[in-house]
């Protein structure tokens, strides 16, 4: 971390700044110059508040050299981590689907739905069973019966299952679940993060709706920092000012967190668009990125199509998606 | 809500799409183009799911009429709410000044600040007990201890007190606290907005980091569902590209708002910009574009000032503010 | 386009209201709802003002039902347009790669990496001759000399030329120039885009900083209202909150476009990232997610690379990218 | 300029580099840490190309501590520039309304609106002549008539004359114009600004769209560098995801920009919202922030209120927001 004094502040208040410093645990080098006086701060910087130290009276700028994530850090953590949910390997060359509907709504719908998904290549079962909607009178999931309806299918088939917990004071109905899902709008709620970092479940942390990859890695490094160090990072799209699809899917964001984390990263191309013709062209976009994984929303009943799945697939438009996936992720191969 | 069928749709699609509408309880007027057919839906469209409609394949495009907001509608209640904060009015003509330190660090510093703010004009006082930080290695507040100091300072000044809460866990926490709290990083937070609702405290409800107004509105919505209506909405900046500034102030939400809904509307000047000095212009400009109340950082200790405040006016500063503040309250009387 | 009527609006206004617009040269269908009165306006409404209706006392809303643009939109041309730049084909499945350096810097450079890219597969050769620049201090480009050293590597290889034109009183130095490109500041200098619809070479409009992609298809109307139809869009990265990233690239663009209209889209990876290393990924992300062609900065010079090329691959990269794009369009052909 | 050496760089390329920037007139610093190396550059760095100096392989991070603009920097120029308008001053305390109609439309109104809003306040008249259209199909201004009918008004009242400029070959056009404005979508516009630059007429240069503040300083710099020091910068809202409001309005950019620079900052309400009704509101809380005038849009012909004036005031609801504008410069007299 840089600190750059500004012009003409007395030596003794730079001599006051240097002590505190360095009650803080840090080393910091001097450097005088004839117009500015720049402070190196070497050792352990994540724990110094920046905003705080930006504010000074006599600090022109701060400027942090090194990430404010440790855990996270590629740096301090060259390989890639590989995660494991049940059997399924994700990161370090290991690629998974995800699939599945968007809400669980009955036995007979997950368990057709996680047939088909399986047959097509998907690896992992996803359902909603408690639903974040904007609105209080929009439909908020099956709740405690949706995930029992998910282990049904996960007894059927084998399937490890990925479903979204919205609350801590839920985690006893997770038991069963593999993958814990935290959702874009649960991405700063902070007391949630700290309780996953106590269980030894690996947990899905999606971005949130406007945040910045360095906020999602210090989400991640909650997490990590209780003890939890199986994350897979999910990109589902950003909020910005174009209001022809409902998000702007980040995909430059997936080579770039490959070079700041080790951390496996999936791409959910369904949440993104809202557009069911968009999912394929953006998951295949996905996979030539170099996303560890994908995550695709799959119906299963023709009959209510009236009102169900704005961007979920058909399970033969699926089929077709997985193929091309897999095409292409021979393309990249190095 | 108005649907616009594609072209050359049969009519007998279009039969069951009406069908299906009627069942929800929505009548629904039909008016047949030449190129386009346009259902009207009436009825309470607040219930319909407008992405769902949207990615019907014989549907155009969909457009809401009234807003998917009831309870905050200001057009179902056309007078202005009066917040009632223990005997400290908001809204309705009502201006109230929030004051205190970002975090309460101890008894002293928690009953001088009080007083001096106190003495200026403010009539509630804040104090961050449970603090969201971004950082899992920054200072995360006294939690409960703190509390303890508000309501220390509470029975010295006789100033109801506002802080904020991150886990519905801690609600017997807050049993005085006067005015609950919820954070930007928790707007959306469903499950803590739900347990809002069923409380008898008002809440002072921030705009999220990058959420709408529409949003904002849909989370006082989740509160004023649960039976509380008695909320005030808090803008702190919202997150843009500009980054000289920490986020930006949208002051035009303040206008914006009064004329969406009834309910009261503050601005903090204090996060938007993360500045000391910069915190006064925007308070003045916030209080010229009809702000109902204010909510400002106040820090009493010259001797700490090298480690706190980045944000924080001194008492002094604070008196000055509030003075030009009444002024200005004067020149936007009608 | 559709006018909702506020409620309680007298008769006599709507009739008013109702008679302007047909004064217009609209067909206006009138519904009267119990609370709601609704026009539907039928004929050109490419020529309607929407915030002039929608700021009338009177009005609720205005909807647009059909897109503002005409020349542009796929409803009215379904068919691919395919632009011929000097027997390069581009769009309707033709796919082609631009390639070359940021800047032409010497008569040697430009020739030497024209021959590389076009030995990898490249079949358009790119070079900066006029620069926009932010600062006024940067180098702002070799202007008519940059020009003439474009032409001599035209001769030498037969590659038609592209490169970025500033100021509509240079078109008479782009006489030889074969592909006139737009760059995303100009995007909305409606005189240059006058100037352009009344000339007879194809057009590369980039997408503006912040544009949406309405803004960005009237921007091409603004050409083809002149005359011109042979329009290539480029989408090269919108400015959004996150700083890791120069610019966001929107690959979700892609599809979209192309369901809105029939103009080809390529996509620039170099200048969205702003990163070497990003280039790859991206290319190859975008060709996945349908692009119609490449535009990718290459330079040639090693020795030189201390002060050259953030964004620039070499020619090896170069080929390795080519190569893989090539496998990509393989993987995604229906 | 502080750039931070890569981990494990050998010395010998790090000599390369500080040879290099030597050869830039630059003085090089260099402090070498257990870990890191850090090279402070002293000089002209302006000329700088931030961008190149940080894709190169051997280098971690760049930081500017110096601002990239020069001439419009208030460190080096202290004291607030006074712009002398035809004998109006703005800026340094003095405070201007600049009125006026969004097109000029014909002589009768834009005379009676220019004695109406100087009866009012204002000391300058705006008014349309080349409008920059969003679509080619919308009106596009008077063009050099409304220039001719702008100038009538000026000799019927005195008051100096503000209009927009979009084309550089206009210039001879603007013989007689007193301020000349550059839009937002032209703030990028550099060869148009360089232009400006050569010309010795003050020049009111708006916010682009989406740009930082620190473009638009450097676009300041365009037309300073070419000795043009008369610059008025004019914030009128910037893009973000938020739609009910068309732009926000950002009043933080009023006190950021007074630290920044010397030169004057005006607002424009009215462009901003694009709604009447918030023009008051937002008018008053610029004023409030410090603004050194305001640009308001003045319609004058009440039966012709259906097709006009989506943000226009009339001249009674003028008259109110300037004399509220008196009061609240008032109230923040220091």
Known sequence: MIAVIKQGVPAAQVDNLVNWLETQNLT????????TTILGLVGDTT????ELLQNLEIVESVTRISEPFKSANRKFHPEDTVVDVSGVKIGGGHFAI???????????????????????????????????????????????????????????????????????????LFEDVDLVQVGARNMQNFDLLKEL???????LLKRGLANTMKEWLMSAEYIMAGGNEQ?????????????????????SAVPMLHEL????????PSHASG??????PMAMAAAAAGADGLMIEVHNDPKRALCDGAQSLTPEQFDDVAKRVRQIREAIKE
């Open 28 to 35: 910091v080098h001097r450097s005088e110059g004839v117009y």
């Open 47 to 50: 724990q110094v508040d920046i």
């Open 98 to 172: 995800v699939a599945g509907p968007c809400s669980v709504e009955s036995e007979e719908q997950i368990i057709a739905v996680a047939k088909q998904v399986q047959a097509s290549g998907a690896t992992l079962l996803r359902g909603g069973a408690f639903k974040p909607r904007t609105s209080p009178y929009d439909f908020q999931g099956l709740a405690a019966d949706g995930l029992k309806l998910l282990k049904e299918a996960k007894r059927e088939t084998g399937m490890p299952i990925v479903t979204e917990i919205m609350n801590a004071n839920h985690l006893p």
């Open 197 to 203: 970092g106590h269980i030894r479940k690996p947990i």
């Open 231 to 251: 994350i897979i990072l999910c990109e589902r799209g950003i909020r910005t000012y174009e209001t022809y699809t409902r998000n702007t899917l980040d995909l």
């Open 261 to 268: 984390t080790h951390l496996p990263v999936m791409v959910d």
């Open 275 to 280: 557009i069911n013709w968009m999912v394929k």
